[in-house]
């Protein structure tokens, strides 16, 4: 089957760090573009970042920019968020998604809660 | 304040066709693709139209979308009450170089 699967999600306290993982199956993932989205509580979605195939091209919305990493491993299927020096405002379910040829997500997960607070 | 702007509800009886648009720029729908994803309550965004105006299999061919200029819009004809769920429209914006969502349209069936 086709999917991604995130996890690691959590409660982390407001300048904290957190490391989201997104498994990927039944397809090539070294392939494909990859992308992180958001949402927080009762919110709208929000892109965050992006990667391109051997990882060497990046983009971040400029809300993350300096405190999120994405990153991949082609070799694990593997996609990850380093997230440092949380915010309050970071709280959301955060979403691993597959892009198609245009760059744009069409295959997403189920989601993993990131809840900053003390 | 999203860039891509959609009216934050719309509604219909069963049966009706509904509209919903989305508005932006030459930054981003007017010079990019525009995508639209559905988001039943509890649940993960799913891809409803790619590339302005395809639909992925296994879209009914009651859901259509359609780009003019810097705008673009969701049509749903013969409304279901299945069809209750958060719209978001989605364009690249060569400015922020970055992906930018709609503030989503929440539809609901009378």
Redesign the interface.
């Known amino acids: 089957e086709v999917q991604v699967v995130e996890s690691g999600g959590g409660l982390v306290q407001p300048g904290g760090s957190l490391r989201l993982s997104c498994a990927a199956s039944g397809f090539i993932f070294s392939s494909y573009w990859m ?1 992180w ?1 958001r949402q927080a509580p009762g919110k ?4 965050v970042a ?1 990667i391109n195939q051997d990882g060497s091209e990046k ?4 809300s993350v920019k300096g405190r999120f990493t994405i990153s991949r491993d082609n070799a694990k299927n593997s996609l990850s968020l380093q997230m440092n020096s949380l915010r309050a405002e970071d709280t959301a379910i955060y ?1 691993c998604a597959r892009s ?1 040829s ?10 993993t809660m990131v809840t900053v607070s003390s | 304040q999203s860039v891509l702007t959609q009216p934050p509800s719309a509604s219909g009886t069963p049966g009706q066709r509904v509209t919903i648009s989305c508005s932006g720029s030459s930054s981003n729908i007017g010079n990019n693709y525009v995508y639209w994803y559905r988001q039943l309550p509890g649940t993960a965004p799913k891809l409803l139209i790619y590339r302005n105006n395809q639909r992925p299999s296994g879209v009914p061919d009651r859901f259509s979308g359609s780009k003019s200029g810097t705008s673009a819009s969701l049509a749903i004809s013969g409304l279901r009450s299945e069809d209750e769920a958060d719209y978001y429209c989605a364009a690249w914006d060569d400015s922020l170089s970055g992906l930018e969502f709609g503030g989503g349209t929440k539809l609901t069936v009378l």
């Open positions: 992308n989205v709208g979605l929000e892109w992006n983009y971040y919305v400029d979403y198609d245009s760059n744009y997500p069409t295959l997403w997960g189920q989601g």
